[in-house]
């Protein structure tokens, strides 16, 4: 195989990925050009925050420039009536009182879409050109041992995907620890501040530690009751209800305090009640990544940057 024009990190800055620019950094994994952070311009601060100490202290130091790319801001487009808006994955009470799940488009429209651009900007070919074959980046994505089932081919040529964790045999747990050691124990997970994959950890952690935040989300949720704003102006308005919360109730109102240790200790569920505790707790462990979706579907970009 021919040698890359570069190699570029898929930054969400979250655990995996800061543990790669660490690395990069270190001199462990040599010859990172550059990184992209993905910005849906609706991450918590504390995201903010920590992606720009890891520039300033991590990989300006090193010579790594890290991009920041947006293709729009998720919460105004969703409320915006002009706005194209790219569906979240909104928990749906549809009108017969059944449950459903929005289509998730916003991370290839708001993550991979930018990321994509970006790359064909930096190899030469920016979208509509043809970029020739044989011409492409290695793209270093942060997923662990832990979830190697989300390691998956990028779906187009320009792109060439390597996980450098798993080559090393890092679990999430092991870049915990590796962080906690180099005064980053506090990385949090990279997510729009309102995404309805949070796990009930998060949104305490937003209601309890961050007022004005959680203020932010409980507003958007109730905003979005009827679907996106374009949709409703354009008079096709969601027939059922959507919530940020899984239990389909205003944020507010959502039953996200801790299960006490007496009711976990009280319950006969089986495995599969486990899992499913564990994730209406937690969420997501690594947040939002933009090349792997948590359901196990492909994550498209929804437009043709192919070419
Ligand atoms: S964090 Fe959630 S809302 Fe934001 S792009 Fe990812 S899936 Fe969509």
């Given at each position: 195989m021919s040698a890359p024009q570069l190699r570029s990190l898929s930054l969400g800055a979250g655990v995996q990925s800061t543990r790669l620019l660490l690395l990069a950094a270190e001199g462990h994994?040599?010859?990172?050009?550059v990184a992209i952070f993905a910005d849906?311009?609706?991450?918590?601060r504390a995201v903010y925050e920590h992606l720009d100490r890891i520039e300033r202290e991590i990989a300006e130091p090193a010579g790594i420039p890290i991009l920041r790319v947006s293709s729009g801001n998720i919460r105004e487009d969703a409320l915006g009536p002009s706005k194209r808006f790219a569906s979240m994955p909104l928990h749906i009470l549809n009108p017969q009182g059944t449950e459903g799940l929005s289509r998730r488009q916003c991370t290839g429209q708001y993550k991979i879409r930018p990321i994509k651009e970006q790359v064909r900007q930096l190899l030469g070919y920016p979208h509509p050109q043809r970029v020739p074959a044989g011409v492409f980046v290695e793209q270093w994505i942060g997923i662990s041992t832990d979830e190697v089932h989300r390691a998956k081919d990028a779906d187009v040529a320009y792109m060439k995907n390597r996980f450098p964790l798993i080559e090393l045999g890092f679990s999430r747990s092991d870049c915990v620890r590796l962080l906690r050691s180099r005064g980053?124990?506090?990385t949090p997970k990279s997510a729009?501040?309102?995404?309805?994959?949070?796990g009930n950890s998060q949104w305490r952690q937003l209601r309890d530690g961050s007022p004005e935040e959680w203020q932010d989300v409980v507003e958007f949720d109730h905003a979005i009751r009827k679907g996106n704003a374009r949709a409703t102006a354009q008079g096709?308005?969601?027939?059922g209800q959507a919530y940020l919360h899984r239990s389909r109730r205003p944020l507010d109102q959502a039953p996200i305090d801790r299960v006490t240790a007496h009711e976990w200790s009280g319950r006969q569920g089986d495995i599969f009640d486990a899992i499913a505790d564990a994730e209406l707790e937690?969420?997501?462990?690594?947040?939002?990544?933009?090349?792997?979706c948590r359901s196990g579907a492909p994550v498209s970009a929804g437009f043709d940057l192919t070419a």
């Open positions: 994994l040599p010859g990172l050009d849906t311009g609706w991450e918590p980053l124990g506090s729009c501040l309102g995404c309805p994959y949070h096709t308005p969601l027939l937690n969420g997501d462990a690594d947040g939002c990544s933009p090349w792997s």
